[in-house]
């Protein structure tokens, strides 16, 4: 009967033990809040890298915003999961002359850090490869 009544003291006083560390253990902190901004500062880079020809904006895309074609830009990016690389080539026809431009995008999409750059032979290839995310404001292809 001792070990009995001995065994319920220690089951008891566990257990109280047990609610008080239940309740003073401070609370775990909410799950850090996952930001899915989409956003990418693209540039495009006429000329040789040594150019300073180099237009900029700043694409939003909840709302879309940044540029004249925000919104085709954000539904095309929103198609490949922010993998510029996997934008699907247009079919377009473009001149053969060497007339360099750089595309560039640094930014984050769905968290995941961005960062492209590509040289292409003219902007006419530029577009068809890119579609509409690096069709900059003032910038003629």
Known sequence: MKNCTASKAVRGTLLAAA??????APA?????????????YLTVTKG?????????TLLLCDPPQGHGKAAEACAELEAVTG????????????PMHYAPVTA??????????VDYAQTFSNGCV????????????????
Do not use: I, K
């Open 126 to 141: 530029m577009a068809g490869r890119t579609g509409s995310v690096f069709a900059l404001d003032g910038l003629a292809t």
């Open 48 to 56: 040789d890298a040594r150019s300073s020809d180099t237009r900029g």
């Open 28 to 40: 775990q902190a909410a799950p850090e809040d996952v930001r899915t901004d989409n956003w990418l």
């Open 19 to 24: 609610l008080l560390v239940a309740t003073t």
């Open 104 to 113: 560039r995008a640094q930014g984050q999409w769905n968290g995941r850090p």
């Open 83 to 94: 993998d510029l690389a996997a934008l699907p080539a247009q079919h377009t026809y473009c």
